[in-house]
């Protein structure tokens, strides 16, 4: 399954100021939560919607709406909280969990610290939250806690990924769908996406 790349000029240009090491923490969070919503846009194309009916100031009609309740976001901590403000103003009574983990610095693996999921995954759409998808280890985990945890349809979305990343999970979760703003080039000797933006989470808090 191919990871599918929003491809729009108005990405381009929120992405061309993300990068800048010189965009304040402000512009910064606003600008992760302006993307977010777009990958949400793209990745709920798909979406099953419901024939309802309602009446208008006009008349009654019939219509289509989304059962947000099928659905649950689940952010990797610390990072993908940064995310979760552009969903919820779209999507605002989806179900939230959290995952949190850490990167070893010697071996450039998560560690799994914290996991909290709504009730009832099974029944619902699980989008994992990530700005950025590097090695893919924080992600291939996320999504084996979580389908564990019963989920059978889960989405990937991140700001900016690696092509390592994109192989790890696709190599492993074949059936998970990745969306993301942009895919860089590699990943250096450290771990981090070239050219990127830096490290996200700082960014996002101010803890640079």
């Known amino acids: 399954m191919e990871a599918i790349r929003l491809?729009?000029?108005?990405?381009?240009?929120?992405?061309?100021?993300?990068?800048?090491?010189?965009?304040?923490?402000?512009?910064?969070?606003?600008?992760?939560?302006?993307?977010s919503t777009m990958l949400c846009y793209e990745a709920m194309k798909d979406a099953e919607l419901e024939d309802i009916e309602i009446e208008t100031p006009?008349?009654?009609?019939?219509?289509?709406?989304?059962?947000?309740?099928?659905?649950?976001?689940?952010?990797?901590?610390?990072?993908?909280?940064?995310?979760?403000?552009?969903?919820?103003?779209?999507?605002p009574n989806a179900k939230i969990g959290h995952i949190g983990m850490y990167r070893n610095e010697e071996t450039l693996e998560p560690v799994r610290y914290y996991y909290k999921a709504p009730k009832g995954l099974e029944n619902r759409e699980v989008i994992i939250l990530d700005p950025m998808l590097a090695t893919g280890g924080s992600g291939v985990d996320a999504i084996t806690?979580?389908?564990?945890?019963?989920?059978?349809?889960?989405?990937?979305?991140?700001i900016i990924a690696a092509p390592e990343g994109i192989k790890r999970i696709q190599d492993t979760y074949p059936d998970v769908q990745i969306y993301c703003a942009a895919i860089d080039e590699?990943?250096?000797?450290?771990g981090y996406i070239v050219p990127g933006l830096g490290d996200a989470g700082d960014r996002i808090f101010g803890t640079k």
């Open 145 to 158: 806690a979580i389908k564990e945890s019963g989920a059978k349809k889960i989405k990937f979305l991140c």
């Open 7 to 35: 491809n729009h000029p108005l990405v381009e240009h929120k992405l061309s100021i993300l990068r800048d090491k010189r965009t304040g923490t402000k512009e910064f969070r606003e600008i992760v939560s302006e993307l």
């Open 186 to 190: 590699r990943l250096n000797e450290i």
């Open 58 to 91: 006009i008349c009654k009609t019939k219509a289509k709406r989304l059962n947000e309740d099928k659905y649950a976001f689940i952010p990797i901590l610390r990072a993908g909280t940064g995310m979760l403000d552009g969903l919820i103003e779209i999507m």
